[in-house]
């Protein structure tokens, strides 16, 4: 099984930083990994698809890099509404794996 | 616009077997073009991946989970379902289902609300 380590686990930030989440992958996922938001109480919604490509409606302030075992999610300039749980999200072998998530918390 | 929503009991008792279903509206879930998945989150913690279903009833399910567990499509209805057996309280979580859109973007798009259920006596 692919397991995913997502890092930091908690990150505090203030209103106009850059902010940048990483995601490892124990072996090679080619760039089949997205990234979801989760606001307290809400669904995860869908930000980034195959690495880097910005899911239509997400704010241009997002994006997405990497391939192979290690992916990157960065706000370019953190906002009130960042403030929330990111995750990873891989596929391989007809299964999907979520990273463990990362807390994005006000500085 | 896609609309998921996922019903069924709150409380199911510890050993029995947990049943949801989640209503598709605003698109066939025979469009052939999507799998149909279930995930879960135990409260305070991190996303499970279930199992998904395709329209012709294949499925894929966690190995985790995979003793415990049947997806199940009704198109007729636009539905799909959720069967765990032999529940636990780890088993006690919101549980969600999602478009998967495995054929196009690699993610999954539209997400049910979620329902939670406990497993408690």
């Known amino acids: 099984d692919i397991q995913m380590t997502q890092s930091p686990s908690t990150l505090s930030a203030s209103v106009g930083d850059r902010v940048t989440i990483t995601c490892r992958a124990s072996?090679?996922?080619?760039?089949?990994l997205a990234w979801y938001q989760q606001k307290p109480g809400k669904a995860p919604k869908l930000l980034i698809y195959k690495a880097s490509s910005l899911e239509s409606g997400v704010p241009s302030r997002f994006s997405g890099s990497g391939s192979g075992t290690e992916f990157t999610l960065t706000i370019s300039s953190l906002q009130p509404d960042d403030f929330a749980t990111y995750y990873c999200?891989?596929?391989?072998?007809?299964?999907?794996?979520f990273g463990q998530g990362t807390k994005v918390e006000i500085k | 616009q896609v609309q998921l929503q996922e019903s069924g009991p709150g409380l199911v008792k510890p050993s029995q077997t947990l049943s949801l279903t989640c209503t598709v509206s605003g698109g066939s879930i025979s469009s052939g073009s999507y799998y149909w998945s279930w995930i879960r989150q135990p409260a305070g913690k991190g996303l499970e991946w279930i199992g998904r279903?395709?329209?012709?009833?294949?499925?894929n399910y966690n190995p985790s989970l995979k003793s415990r567990v049947t997806i199940s499509v009704d198109t007729s209805k636009n539905q799909f379902s959720l069967k765990l057996s032999s529940v636990t309280a780890a088993d006690t979580a919101v549980y969600y289902c999602?478009?998967?859109?495995?054929?196009?973007?690699?993610?999954?798009?539209?997400w049910g609300q979620g329902t939670l259920v406990t497993v408690s006596s």
């Open positions: 072996q090679s996922i080619s760039s089949w």
């Open positions: 999200q891989q596929y391989n072998s007809h299964t999907w794996t």
């Open positions: 999602a478009r998967d859109a495995s054929f196009v973007e690699m993610a999954f798009d539209y």
């Open positions: 279903i395709y329209t012709s009833g294949s499925t």
